[in-house]
């Protein structure tokens, strides 16, 4: 069992930045794939970005070139850098861990970014 614990989320004026942290309770060597997705009211949740154990980072087309994920396995973190953000960015976001087969989500933290 993997427990997921996101920080960061908040409100701020388009072109801004935010930091979402995303705390493991195991150590995150042995998490295979951790992702942050987001969603709003009435859509589907949909991948932001995502690393590999080994480093492989993939990103939505939306939001490559801003958005940076990072992990830090000593301190059993995965990161989420947000520049530039844009209106559109607004929304829940999800913290995810893939471990073997499982799939565990934190309980979401809210960016509202504002035109």
């Known amino acids: 069992q993997v427990q997921l614990v996101e920080s960061g989320g908040g409100w701020v004026q388009a072109g801004g930045s935010l930091r979402l942290s995303c705390a493991a309770s195991?150590?995150?060597?042995?998490?295979?794939?951790m992702a942050w997705y987001r969603q709003t009211p009435g859509k589907q949740r949909e991948l932001v970005a995502d690393?590999?154990?080994?480093?492989?980072?993939n990103y939505a087309d939306s939001v490559k070139g801003r958005f940076t994920i990072s992990r830090d396995n000593a301190k059993n973190t995965v990161y989420l850098q947000m520049n530039s953000l844009k209106p559109e960015d607004t929304a829940v976001y999800y913290c995810?861990?893939?471990?073997?087969?499982?799939?565990?989500w934190g309980q979401g933290t809210q960016v509202t970014v504002s035109s």
């Open positions: 995810n861990a893939l471990q073997y087969a499982a799939n565990y």
């Open positions: 195991v150590s995150t060597f042995r998490i295979n794939t």
């Open positions: 690393i590999s154990s080994s480093g492989r980072t």
